[in-house]
């Protein structure tokens, strides 16, 4: 199995790149985040593999991090997730980002990706919660934080906070990862009025 390409950009494709391995060129599709990350042709590259082996099929499938992998073969889990709505779905959200969507229950934030209908996304976030990857990107207190909310149990003040700061045009996920920082700091009491305030220093930021 091939876990790790290192090589020079041979060229792209529009879902794919060619990776030239000492004059052995690799076809590994990705994430347009990914190929858009990637250096340009003729410039060396690390892509970290997925490989498929059917019978009448062999395909890598390249990522930027191992925190996208982890999240490609998560995804493809789910049933109605095939590796082309998997790379959708990681081209619309980095890692970080759907750790949040998932944590929050946020099916509209799913919902952005191509091919992603109101009832995979209701699947996605429902099947996927809890599970997380260990290297998703994303701050633990933070994940805390937002799983509490996707739950609908956590402190009226984080809440109320939370509510003001989407109210203003956040996301839910930029909202509670500035309030999550802003506990961090000052503690689980803070009040409402502070919490909204300073996490709006922290999205200002």
Known sequence: ???????????????????????????????????????????????????????????????????????FELLTSVQGVGSKVALAILSALSPAELSSAIALQDKAMVGRANGVGPKLAVRLVTELKGKVPAISGIDAGVLGLQAALGEGVARGPVADAVSALTNLGYSSAQASAAVARVIAREGEDTATEKLIRLGLRELSQ
């Open 1 to 71: 199995m091939i876990g790790k390409l290192k090589g020079m950009v041979d060229s792209f494709g529009d879902d794919y790149v060619l990776l030239d391995v000492q004059g052995v060129c690799y076809q590994a599709f990705c994430s347009s985040r990914t190929l858009q990350s990637l250096p340009r042709v003729g410039e060396a590259a690390v892509l970290f593999i997925e490989m498929l082996v059917r019978e009448d099929l062999i395909r890598l499938y390249g990522f930027g991090n191992e925190g996208e992998k982890a999240w």
